[in-house]
């Protein structure tokens, strides 16, 4: 399945981001039902998990099977590490054949094999990194894996990359002069203070710095920042979705920007945190993923506590897996509301990207058998048009978060506590 790095690769990295959907359904069912397989008879806590949900793995057919099968959080993970430490179980490989282990806060003990690495390298191709580009990799190259991942990841590109890691910011600017640094990977914040600092320096970016190309992840790309790195300093933004846990990244972007395509070596399932019911397109539920590449970690539906939907719609780069549409904040601040999920984050970017608006608060009430959604709203003056606002904020909320909301209420200033929860949940289940 993995395929040989050629320099003549073109648009795509690989045949697996073109498949037809009859060819991505086949492919993904039959990796699913190896790896299922293999991690049954090698991990054993992978076959207590499946005894214990009653579930022979020869059930575990499609990724809709999946739903038959708890979901494995962080908090598991690391108690199921310390109760059978070093691995908790998942590990499905003699611990001699491991190649790396990455250690992530909690501490959770990750082995990752070499095996692994190419297919990330597709998150890269797509942002454009070829051979003649010179990266600096700013992410940590010591116990997580993203340093050392994504340096190989980019080399399988072609591209020279610089061993830079976190912090030191004056040398980083220093870095990206002399050698003419062409690519940047890391969070946004960080190119930012980057550019600022060199600003401060006195050099004029735009002139002194031949920076074209910026690859971020582990931090959501707001909107605003993409137009300050694009506009103001024409470099090329793209963003993947990763996880350390299961293995890295997840979903990536490509030159259209419309949400980050699924990686083929995952199943990427959006489900219900409460019922662990798969959602369809559109859907806001958590993102749930089963690495099918890799053999050696055991780790089936892991929960990555992160909210999210996809949609199915083409996408005019050619890639025909489905798109994950942006991160919209933590299950742990989303609130059911007629069956959809509001994500507190989400509901506070749209609601505060209205000026006039000081504060706000969604309160979800139980009436007559129904949920009720008001909005309650602090204005920064009186010369409102308050008809306008609420007819605006109202759709503007309907299409982004999907829900509508009953009531748009406007209080006096001080009326919403500083510490208010964004969604107040005051329904009772008598
Ligand atoms: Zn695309």
Request: charged fraction near 30%; glycine fraction near 8%; aromatic fraction near 10%.
């Amino acid at each position: 399945m993995a395929m040989m790095f050629h320099d003549k690769r073109g648009e795509y990295f690989d045949e697996l981001e073109t498949m037809s959907p009859e060819a991505r359904e086949k492919f993904a069912n039959q990796q699913l039902q190896r790896t299922v397989g293999y991690a049954y008879r090698n991990a054993p806590s992978v076959k207590e998990m499946f005894d214990r949900a009653g579930v022979n793995p020869s059930q575990i057919k499609t990724a809709k099977d999946l739903e038959k099968l708890p979901i494995i959080r962080k908090n598991d993970l690391i108690e199921l590490q310390r109760k059978n430490p070093p691995y908790g179980g998942f590990l499905a490989i003699p611990p001699e054949d491991i190649d790396r282990i990455f250690i992530s806060p909690g501490l959770i003990y990750e082995p990752i094999q070499h095996a692994g690495i190419k297919w990330f390298a597709k998150a890269f191709w797509a942002a454009g990194f070829r051979k003649g580009d010179v990266v600096v990799n700013t992410f940590t190259y010591h116990m997580s894996p993203a340093g050392i991942l994504f340096h190989e990841a980019l080399r399988d590109c072609g591209a020279t990359v610089v061993v830079m890691g976190t912090g030191n910011t004056d040398i980083q600017i220093q870095t990206m002069r002399d050698l003419k640094v062409t690519g940047f990977v890391g969070t946004p914040t960080f190119l930012l203070t980057i550019i600022k600092r060199a600003e401060e320096l006195k050099h004029d970016f735009r002139r002194d710095f031949v920076l074209k190309r910026a690859w971020f992840t582990g931090e959501m790309l707001t909107a605003s920042t993409r137009k300050t790195i694009e506009e103001d300093y024409r470099i090329a933004t793209s963003q993947a979705y990763a996880v350390t846990e299961p293995g890295g990244a997840i979903a990536y972007e490509c030159r259209y920007k419309s949400g980050m395509h699924f990686m083929d070596e995952y199943i990427v399932e959006i489900v219900d945190p409460e019922t662990g019911k798969q959602l369809g397109p559109g859907e806001v539920g958590e993102i749930v993923v089963t690495p099918i590449h890799n053999k050696n970690w055991g780790l089936i539906r892991f929960g990555t506590g992160d909210m999210s939907s996809y949609t199915t719609e083409p996408c005019p780069c050619g890639r025909t897996g489905n798109r994950l549409l942006g991160i919209v904040g933590r299950s742990s601040d989303a609130v059911k509301v007629r069956g959809m999920f509001v994500v507190a984050r989400q509901a506070e970017q749209v609601v505060l990207g209205f000026e006039p608006v000081a504060k706000f608060q969604l309160v979800v009430r139980r009436a007559e058998q129904r949920d009720e959604l008001t909005l309650r709203l602090e204005l920064k003056g009186v010369s409102v048009d308050r008809k306008k606002l609420a007819d605006d904020l109202g759709e503007k909320f309907q299409s982004l978060c999907r829900v509508k909301i009953d009531k748009i209420e406007f209080v006096e200033k001080g009326t919403i506590p500083e510490n208010a929860k964004k969604i107040a949940d005051e329904r009772s289940w008598k």
